[in-house]
């Protein structure tokens, strides 16, 4: 599908050229200061200040806060051909994922990879994992039991994030990594922090060689020499295999019938593996501590878990029978969104909500900012699974499909969705038949927004054993 050029967009009249409000731009370390110490808090106080479309500066360039469902549209969809990924943000990432999904940054290509690697997500295939995401969480089960760690407080993000690097290196590459696995998710967690702190002041340039910098680099290294050697194993031996790496070894473009380059498989592995650990593991970690706050909700879940799987390990065919639960993982996706940031680039000048938008100008949304919004949310701070059913027709029709956007909306909605609502849900079922979590005493729950939205102190929980649970060896099998 050919993207418009932009002669074909309608032209922007003189009198057109009114621009948003917003903080005064002849001080941009001032913004700069604000935003390297806290970029979410920064954007509410610009929303709460100037309103819902707001000019300020992001670093040295020109940017436009969005907080309204029908600008965020107009970006991801209606003209989805004027905006690029071309920003800073992304550019960063690049030294590490390459030219994969989430750091393409030229529409044509990005579109031709699209195609490559959505069979793979097809729903029929992500069914074929969920004994990879029930089977990795049953090991969780027995660690803890042999542990017998109950009443000790333990970082339940770093555990969501332990369970999910699991499942998705399962998922990804099937058993070839066994031996390696540790090392490789170890030195995926290594490359990962550093490029939390690094996007936020990224000094000095990755080619110099500071002991950080180094340590990245042996990293990164390492990940790739493994993924290479996997990907050289499948060609040389040609077995079909249901894995990931393998669906996008066999990808082939339905116009040219090219496969991948091994650079680029190289790159969507690694992109596909990042994205599918550490946005899961944050929702999580924010659901476990939502259902902490409210023990009606979690009594419910636990009604309908115990109804519908009587204490037997769920399966992707019993997810449609756990209603609630699907209400509660949406509900905490509104709230906690891990993908908090989203940014493009006008490739033209265009016109939002009314304001003159210059050619290069950044657009900025934030998913958490956008999920409170009073004027689709009822009461945006509260924890109500079941908020779509009772809110008001008017302002269901108000906030229609687009002010729940916690996948990205359009050609850029998460190609991962369906298989994160899976692992999320099976991880849940699975858990919570067997533990309930509460925080730790005197501990309250704050974002620490990165490249996802952690939890400061890394959400510290202590495991309390329900009293139905019958951990056995018949009801949950050794992997």
Known sequence: MPFPSARESTPIRPSQHKLPPGPSLLNPWKSNFAVQRDLLHFLNT????????????LALWPAYLLNRPEDVKVVLQTKSHLYDKDVLFFRMLRPWLGNGLVTNLKPESWLRQRRLIQPAFHKDRIATFDTIMTRETVEVLQRWETNDEENQPFSMLREMQRLTLRIASRALFGSDLSQQLDLFNQAL???????SGYLRFPFPPLSVPTPGHQRFWRASRFMDSVVYDLMARRLQTHEERQDLLSLLLQAKDEETGEAMSQQQVRDEALTLLLAG??????VLAWLWCLLA????????LNRELDDVLAGRLPAGTDLPRLPYLQMILEETLRLYPSGWLEMRRAREADELGGYYVPKNTIL??????LHRHPDFWEQPERFDPERRNRSAPSQRQARGADAWVPFGNGPHRCIGQHFAMTEMA?????LAQHYRFLL?????????????LGARHGMPMIKERRETSTLTAASHPTP
């Open 46 to 57: 610009l929303m709460q200040a100037y309103g819902d479309t707001v000019r300020f500066r």
């Open 189 to 195: 967690i290594e490359v990962n922090e550093f490029f």
């Open 277 to 282: 650990y550490e946005t899961t593991a944050t």
């Open 293 to 300: 706050q409210h023990p009606r909700v979690e009594e419910r």
């Open 364 to 369: 900025v949304w934030s998913p958490y900012l």
């Open 426 to 430: 099976l991880v849940v079922a699975t």
């Open 440 to 452: 730790a005493p005197g501990y309250q729950p704050e974002p620490e927004p990165f490249i996802t």
